[in-house]
T-cell receptor, first 114, second 111 residues
């Protein structure tokens, strides 16, 4: 089983619908992140969380919200989906290392808003 | 705001050739990461560089970090087709513990 699991893997939804993307991890990491990937733009940070009570906006948080239900679970919601939110979404986790630690990524959720 | 730039954005190279991908960033940091992404797949960690002058090598790939120049390089030696992928660098912004990614370099190795 993957250490970082995202569901669903693919989703097509209509404009205006609410949708939730879920992420769970078995790595025991405190830090969790949601990124969005668009062609030619790399990965951009949407939200990140250092623990259940610590949630922070990233560079492109407008139109998104998150919930950290437990240390191992971090969900991303689109309250009212719009077509320009069509993208590949990644969840990632990191441990709390003082010297810098690599991030581990889920398999991604491909979201299409029509 | 931290900016991370990679070049080239696209690289087509022949098998057996050498080449370098560059990653420049705009603010002080001594923590830089390289990732590989195959089409339609997730990101896989390649290298973690945590100090000025750090050099890491794995197979035909070698990464280095010059924090004074705010520059990291990913050098490819004698490319093979299996190295075809998109490569990303990412910079750690310190206390905020965010990773800011470059736009990626799509590498295509041809026979």
């Amino acid at each position: 089983d993957a250490d970082v699991t995202q569901t669903p893997r693919n989703r097509i939804t209509k404009t205006g619908k609410r949708i939730m993307l879920e992420c769970s991890q078995t790595k025991g990491h405190d830090r969790m992140y949601w990124y969005r990937q668009d062609p030619g733009l790399g990965l951009r940070l949407i939200y990140y969380s250092f623990d259940v009570k610590d949630i922070n906006k990233g560079e492109i948080s407008d139109g998104y919200s998150v919930s950290r239900q437990a240390q191992a679970k971090f969900s991303l919601s689109l309250e009212s989906a719009i077509p320009n939110q069509t993208a590949l979404y990644f969840c990632a986790t990191r441990s709390q290392g003082a010297g810098g630690t690599e991030a581990f990524f889920g398999q991604g959720t491909r979201l299409t808003v029509v | 705001e931290l900016k991370v730039e990679q070049n080239p954005l696209f690289l087509s190279m022949q098998e057996g050739k050498n080449y370098t991908i560059y990653c420049n960033y705009s603010t002080t940091s001594d923590r830089l990461y390289w990732y590989r992404q195959d089409p339609g797949k997730s990101l896989e960690s390649l290298f973690v560089l945590l100090s000025n002058g750090a050099v890491k090598q794995e197979g035909r790939l070698m990464a280095s970090l010059d924090t004074k120049a705010r520059l990291s390089t990913l050098h490819i030696t004698a490319a093979v087709h299996d190295l075809s992928a998109t490569y990303f660098c990412a910079v750690d912004t310190g206390t905020a513990s965010k990773l800011t990614f470059g736009t990626g370099t799509r590498l295509q190795v041809t026979l």
